[in-house]
């Protein structure tokens, strides 16, 4: 952050107060936020299992992963990734 700052000429508390304002949540916030929808696609388009997807964006516990995933998206990574590739093909079959 401190370097962002720099890069901004601000301070690392205005940089977080701007922050806060443009997203409505704090740096890190959005950055683990960020990391798990990309796991997701990852999941989904690329065939990673939940190992794979949480180490390509930086979690270094799989547990933490799956936590906050869970957390995040209401189940947990494999059955996440399981429901939303039913409900494409339910939807693929209605059309």
Do not use: C, N, W
């Not at 960020?34 to 979690?59: H, I, K």
């Amino acid at each position: 952050m401190e370097e962002l700052a720099g890069v901004a000429r601000m301070g690392v508390s205005t940089l977080h107060r701007q922050f806060r304002d443009l997203t409505a949540m704090s740096p890190l916030q959005y950055q683990k936020q960020f990391r798990l929808q990309s796991a997701r696609q990852r999941m989904l388009m690329d065939g990673l299992d939940a190992t794979s997807a949480a180490y390509e964006v930086g979690y270094e516990s799989v547990s933490q992963f799956s936590r906050e995933y869970s957390r995040m998206f209401g189940l947990p990574p494999k059955r996440d990734i399981r429901a939303l590739r039913d409900a494409k093909v339910v939807a693929i079959d209605a059309a």
